[in-house]
């Protein structure tokens, strides 16, 4: 049984949760391996109960699965205890302990570390969702972070209060320059004291064995990606990106899985494109803007903000399945187009500046596609358009979602 990366190939929003709550239903890990409380992953079950993770893996809904915060994420405990609360007390999930395992090498966000990101943001606006992310980043690449296994030491305040305090001495002097009130050690010392009692039972010291244990007796494991390939630290539109790496690559130093135990990397993408925050988006629609939100119900998970709605970008998407190795395809929200006479997708730029797009128009179908359950089914202008996406990026399209549903899914 393989290990299986799943990876957003656009600015994130793809449709990750849903795959990964689907997959999960054979697998026996699911490790969430980058980002933190940005993140937000949307599953609707059957009965349409709609639930959004933000730091738990999207796996814990199938109770059989294991779930890990891995290494290469960043942990909000007061976030992450409250997520915890509601999926227990509001959804009637089962509690975790015994299937959430977090990595003691989890970076820990804390308020300066949501502090920064809003001073930094009104200082120069990339449209964060000021969850705190790109600072504990910092922290961590500065090696003056604070780590889940630091938390657990609950009996070592001295070991705990020294690193916090070094942390703040710096972040303080940046926190005054912003314009904003220091942050106390003592009160984060207490936080982390508060959470580790919370938490501190999911926090592994065995994490690694686990994980290696379960690639190696070929049981199947799922890394979920967070964000999408654009919004990578390296190969997406810096600086508009996140502070991780989203990519497949990304997967292997945040799950610490080595590439070469990769089985399959599958890419998720909606078949059109959507982006938060600012940053270039060259296939940005306006006359379709509005169709497209709102079928698509576009707005942030995590902040309530609109999406930017525009149309397919296969040259960008090309080099997304380079970056990643993408072995195969989930196209989701195809079912957005059902009430359109037609639609556009970006196939080229134009050779003067390389930066204006050139459209393909394609017949809509204008029939409801949401109740199709195999791909014979489907109309032929809704086929035309599947062959036309696979033969550009030639990668083949496995997963078709066509609507919401946790089970709703046309397998090729
Ligand atoms: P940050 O990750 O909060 O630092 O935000 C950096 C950029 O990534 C902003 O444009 C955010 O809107 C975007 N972003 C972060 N997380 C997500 C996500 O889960 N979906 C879509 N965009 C995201």
């Given at each position: 049984m393989p290990v299986i990366a799943i990876v957003g190939?656009?600015?994130?929003?793809?449709g990750k949760g849903k795959i990964i709550d689907y997959l999960s239903q054979n697998a026996d890990i699911v490790i969430r391996c980058q980002g933190g409380a940005n993140a937000g992953h949307t599953v609707v079950t059957n009965n349409g109960k709609k639930f959004v993770f933000h730091q738990v893996p999207s796996g814990i809904l199938n109770p059989k699965v294991q779930c890990i915060i891995g290494q290469g994420c960043v942990v909000d405990p007061i976030k992450l205890a409250n997520e915890i609360t509601r999926l227990v007390v509001d959804h009637g999930i089962e509690n975790p302990k015994g299937r959430l395992f977090i990595s003691p090498r989890a970076h820990v966000t804390l308020l300066h570390h949501r502090l920064l990101d809003e001073g930094k943001e009104s200082h120069y606006p990339l449209g964060t969702t000021k969850s705190g992310i790109g600072p504990t980043y910092v922290d961590k690449i500065k090696r003056c972070g604070i780590r889940m296994g630091d938390l657990a030491a609950l009996t070592r305040w001295n070991k705990l209060e020294p690193i916090i305090k070094r942390a703040l001495k710096e972040n303080n002097v940046l926190l005054k320059w912003y314009g904003l009130s220091e942050v106390n050690s003592n009160d984060q010392v207490c936080v982390c004291f508060d959470h580790a009692s919370l938490l501190?039972?999911?926090?592994?010291?065995?994490i690694d064995e686990k994980i290696r244990w379960n690639v190696m007796n070929n049981k199947t494991v799922i890394l979920e990606g967070s964000q999408g390939t654009l919004l990578d630290i390296d190969v997406g539109t810096y600086p508009y990106?996140?502070?991780?790496?989203?990519t497949s690559a990304g997967l292997c130093t945040g799950s610490g899985?080595?590439?070469?135990?990769?089985n399959k990397v599958i890419g998720v993408m909606k078949a059109y494109t959507t982006r938060v925050g600012e940053g270039p988006f060259p296939t940005n629609t306006k006359s379709h803007e509005k169709y497209l939100r709102e079928k698509g119900n576009e707005?942030?998970?995590?902040?309530?903000r609109e999406r930017r709605c525009g149309w397919l970008d296969l040259p960008s998407l090309k080099e997304v399945i380079w970056f990643n190795g993408i072995t195969e395809i989930a196209l989701m929200k195809l079912d957005v187009f059902d009430a359109l006479s037609s639609f556009y997708v970006c196939n080229a730029y134009t050779s003067s500046n390389g930066k204006t797009p050139i459209f393909k128009s394609f017949q809509g179908w204008n029939r409801s596609i949401k109740s199709v359950s195999s791909y014979s089914d489907l109309p032929l202008e809704t086929k035309t358009f599947i062959n036309y996406i696979e033969s550009f990026l030639n990668?083949?399209?496995t997963m078709i979602s066509t609507n919401e549903k946790r089970e709703q899914f046309i397998l090729r």
């Open positions: 190939m656009q600015w994130g929003d793809e501190g039972y999911l926090i592994d010291p065995k990106v996140t502070s991780s790496n989203t899985i080595p590439p070469t135990k990769i707005y942030g998970a995590t902040t309530g990668c083949p399209i």
